[in-house]
C-alpha cells in the first residue's frame, strides 16, 4: 500500500463540524499540503481524490475537506459565501498545525483556487500555492445562477440547479463575492505560484489564468492543461496535476532526506530498516534490491511481503526450479510449474508423523501443479523430486545460526 486515507473532523468558520479526510504517505510526511475543492462539489471528487493520492504517493500529506454545508460537513450552504471558505480554510490550516505541521503548501480547485489565494496571506508557513482552473474574480461563479439573479436580488435568495443539484443561494452570497479583491491579494500573496488551467475550459474561461498570472509576483509558474475539461474528470489529466505539483512544490520543501543505496555482495543478504512506517524493510539480495513488511493487522503498512512470505517465496521458488531441472534432464513434457504454499501452526499432537509431541509446531503446506502430458509415473516422480529441494532440505535440517555484533 503506497499510502493511506484517514477520516478526521474539525471545527469550521461558525463552529460547524466539518468533515475531512487527511491522506498519507508511508512514512513520515516531507511536508503537509491543504487542498480546496471547488464551487458545490465534496472533498470526495475525483481530482481532488486522485490529486491528494498522487501527492501521498510523493511523500507529501494532503488534507482535503467538505466546506460548511457541503458533503458530510455540518451547517447550511444557503448560509455560507466565499467569505466563509476563506475562514474555512484557515480553520483547516489551524488544525493542521495543532495536529501535525503546518500546510507548506496551498491548492484550490475552481473556486477552492480562488479561496486559498484570498487565505494564504493568513498561513504564514505556506511556502506556495497552486490553483487549478481557477476563476480570476470570486464573482465569476455568479454566471452559473445568472438566470435567478433576479430572483436573488428581488425575493432574497432563491433555489437554483448547479451541477444537477438544488442548492439555495441567498443575496448576502452575492454581495460577499462582490466585495472580493483578489487581485490585490495575488499581487501580495509573497509565495510561490503555480496557475494550472485548460485553454478549452469552458467553465472558468483561460483568460482568468491570465490575469491571476499577470497579478503575481514571481516565483510565479503556468502549466496547461491541454485539452483537459474544469473538473479534470479525465484519470490522466489528475494524474499529471498530481506529478507536476509534487516535482514543482519539491523545490520549496528542502532536501530530502535520502539513504545510500543499499548493496550486498554476491551471496550475501542485507536487510535495513528504511525509516519509513512502523516495520518497512530494504532488502539486497546481491544486485537486487526487495522490500519486505507487516501487513495492517498486526501494525505495518502492508507495502511488501512479509518475513514469512519471503520465507515461503523462497521455498516455493527453489520448489519449482528443482523440479524444472529434474523434468529437463530427463526431458519430459513438463510444460510449466507452479507451486503454492501456506504457513500456520498446528497443535503437535494433531501430527501423528512428528516427532515433536507437545505444544505447537510450524507446518508449511505446499501444492505442486505441473501443466504438461506427464504420465502418472512421471508426475509422483517430480512430486517426490519437490521434497530434495536445497531449500526444503535446509528448513528439515538441523541449522545453526550464529548472530554477531557489526560496526
Known sequence: MAARSEKLTFAGADGETLAARLDLPVGKPRAFALFAHCFTCTKDIFAAARIAQGLAEEG????????????????????????????????????????????KILIGHSLGGAAVLAAAAQVPEAAAVATIGAPADPAHVAHTFQSSRAEIEAKGEAEVLLAGRPFTIKKQFLDDIAEQKLAQ???????????FHAPRDQTVGI??????????????????????????????????????????????????????????????????????????????????????????????????????????AGLGACTSMTVRMYAARKDWPLDRVAVSLKHDR??????????????????????????????AEQRAKLLEIADKCPVHRTLTSEVKIETNLME
Do not use: M
Open 60 to 103: 507529501i500529506a494532503v488534507l482535503r475537506f467538505d466546506f460548511t454545508g457541503l458533503g458530510h460537513s455540518d451547517g447550511e450552504f444557503a448560509n455560507t459565501n466565499f467569505s466563509s471558505n476563506v475562514t474555512d480554510l484557515v480553520k483547516a490550516a489551524d488544525y493542521l498545525r495543532e495536529a501535525h505541521e503546518a500546510p
Open 207 to 312: 483568460e482568468n489564468a491570465g490575469h491571476i498570472f499577470a497579478a503575481a509576483k514571481h516565483p510565479k509558474s503556468f502549466i496547461s492543461l491541454d485539452d483537459a475539461d474544469h473538473l479534470l474528470s479525465r484519470k490522466a489529466d489528475a494524474i499529471y496535476v498530481a506529478k507536476v505539483l509534487a516535482a514543482w512544490g519539491g523545490r520549496y520543501l528542502g532536501e530530502k532526506q535520502q539513504s545510500a543505496p543499499l548493496k550486498a555482495e554476491p551471496g550475501t543478504v542485507i536487510v535495513r530498516e528504511t525509516g519509513q512506517g512502523s516495520f518497512i524493510q530494504e532488502i539486497a539480495a546481491g544486485p537486487h534490491a526487495l522490500r519486505a513488511d507487516e501487513p495492517l493487522e498486526v501494525g505495518g503498512d502492508d507495502t511488501g511481503p512479509g518475513p514469512y512470505d519471503l520465507l515461503l
Open 185 to 195: 491579494a495575488v499581487a501580495g500573496l509573497r509565495k510561490a505560484l503555480i496557475v
Open 346 to 375: 498446528i497443535h503437535a499432537q494433531d501430527c501423528t508423523d512428528c516427532d515433536t509431541k507437545a505444544g505447537r509446531l510450524d507446518r508449511i503446506t505446499r501444492g505442486l501443479t505441473l501443466e504438461g502430458a506427464l504420465s
